[in-house]
C-alpha cells in the first residue's frame, strides 16, 4: 500500500489531454514539494516535473503539473505514442520523514 | 552531465548480505544528498535511504535495522549494504542524486539499476 495513491492505470487518443491525480495527506503533499517521474520498461526512471510544476531542461511543455491542498495532477496535452509509460509521483513526507511514492499509473495511448 | 554507475552481486541467498557501490562522475559529488531506492518485479518505488556528502545518512523507518549507506568522497562513491535478505528484498535496486534544492523527493539523475535476486 503505498502512502500516495494514484490510479493504476489511465488512457487517451493520440492529440488527447489526460490527466494523472496523486492523493496524499497533510504530511506529505500538504507540506511539501510534489515531483512527477516517467519510467519506461526497464529503464529507470527519470524525472519529468520538480517542484509542483517545473520541467527540468529536456522535458517537452506538453508536460505540466499542479497541486492543490494534499492533491496534485499530471497533465499531458498533445498526447504522444512516445508517452506510453508508467508515471510515479512522490513527496517528501515529514512522518516517514522520508520520501513516498505513489503506486504508479499505467498510461496507455489508444 | 552527472553520471551514476552501479555494481554489485545479483545473486543471493537468504540471510545473506545485499552490498552495491555506485560511482559518481561528472559532476562535484559535494553538496548533495545521494540515495538509494528500489522497486519490486512489476510494484512501485521504495526509498531505502540518502546520504550526505558530509556522511550523515538517514534509512527508511522499515529497513532501518538491516541498512547501512556509507560514503566515500575521496573515489566519488557511496555504497549500500542490507543485511539477512529475504525473499522480500528481491528488486531492482537504484542509485540517484537528490536535488536538494527541490526537496529530498527530487531524484534528478539515476544509475541504470541492478537486478538482486534473493533465492535459496
Known amino acids: 500500500q503505498s502512502v500516495l495513491t494514484q490510479p493504476p492505470s489511465a488512457s487517451g487518443t493520440l492529440g488527447q489531454r489526460v490527466t494523472i491525480s496523486c492523493s496524499g495527506s497533510r504530511s506529505n503533499i500538504g507540506s511539501n514539494t510534489v515531483n512527477w517521474y516517467q519510467q519506461f520498461p526497464g529503464t529507470a526512471p527519470k524525472l519529468l516535473i520538480y517542484s509542483h510544476n517545473q520541467r527540468p531542461s529536456g522535458v517537452p511543455d506538453r508536460f505540466s503539473g499542479s497541486k492543490s491542498g494534499t492533491s496534485a495532477s499530471l497533465a499531458i496535452s498533445g498526447l504522444q505514442s512516445e508517452d506510453e509509460a508508467d508515471y510515479y509521483c512522490?513527496?517528501?513526507?515529514?512522518?516517514?520523514?522520508?520520501?513516498?511514492f505513489g503506486g504508479g499509473t499505467k498510461l496507455t495511448v489508444l | 552531465q552527472v553520471q551514476l554507475q552501479q555494481w554489485g552481486a545479483g545473486l543471493l541467498k537468504p540471510s545473506e548480505t545485499l552490498s552495491l557501490t555506485c560511482a559518481v562522475s561528472g559532476e562535484s559529488f559535494r553538496n548533495y544528498y545521494w540515495s538509494w531506492i528500489r522497486q519490486s518485479p512489476g510494484k512501485g518505488l521504495e526509498w531505502i535511504g540518502d546520504?550526505?556528502?558530509?556522511?550523515?545518512?538517514n534509512y527508511h523507518a522499515s529497513l532501518k535495522s538491516r541498512v547501512t549507506i556509507s560514503i566515500d568522497t575521496s573515489n566519488d562513491v557511496f555504497s549500500l549494504r542490507l543485511t539477512s535478505v529475504t525473499a522480500a528484498d528481491t528488486a531492482l535496486y537504484f542509485c540517484a542524486r537528490v536535488r536538494v534544492a527541490a526537496g529530498r523527493a527530487c531524484f534528478d539523475n539515476w544509475s541504470q539499476g541492478t537486478l538482486v535476486t534473493v533465492s535459496s
Open positions: 546520504i550526505h556528502h558530509s556522511g550523515l545518512a
Open positions: 512522490a513527496s517528501w513526507d515529514d512522518v516517514l520523514l522520508g520520501p513516498a
